[in-house]
């Protein structure tokens, strides 16, 4: 069974960093694009940024310049970098990974999501 677990999130003051790593768990096979979304209570999920497996990476406006996107493809694991938080970065932040993994002795190609984790930029 493949798992996405995000971890890394917690209470920041603004201006600060917080390190979001997603470890993905399973007979994986490969994974395609691994990307980060965020979403603010009543409102709906956005994109921060994703990066392909060649490297290519793609961020929100409110994310450039301030959050790198990396990945250890040997550890299937992908990484959040955030710098010069602001409390408008507040939100639950959700790893997504688009890979194909054995399941029930197949190979599968899906798309999976962590649980999310908690981000609060607050003074």
């Known amino acids: 069974q493949v798992q996405l677990v995000e971890s890394g999130g917690g209470l920041v003051q603004p201006g600060g960093s917080l390190r979001l790593s997603c470890a993905a768990s399973?007979?994986?096979?490969?994974?395609?694009?691994m990307g980060w979304y965020r979403q603010e209570p009543g409102k709906q999920r956005e994109l921060v940024a994703t990066?392909?497996?060649?490297?290519?990476?793609n961020y929100a406006e409110s994310a450039k310049g301030r959050f790198t996107i990396s990945r250890d493809n040997a550890k299937n694991t992908g990484y959040l970098q955030m710098n010069s938080l602001k409390p408008e970065d507040t939100a639950v932040y959700y790893c997504?990974?688009?890979?194909?993994?054995?399941?029930?002795?197949?190979?599968?190609?899906?798309?999976?999501w962590g649980q999310g984790t908690q981000v609060t930029v607050s003074s």
């Open positions: 399973g007979t994986i096979f490969s994974i395609n694009d």
């Open positions: 997504n990974a688009q890979l194909v993994a054995v399941v029930a002795g197949i190979l599968v190609k899906d798309d999976y």
């Open positions: 990066m392909t497996s060649s490297g290519r990476t």
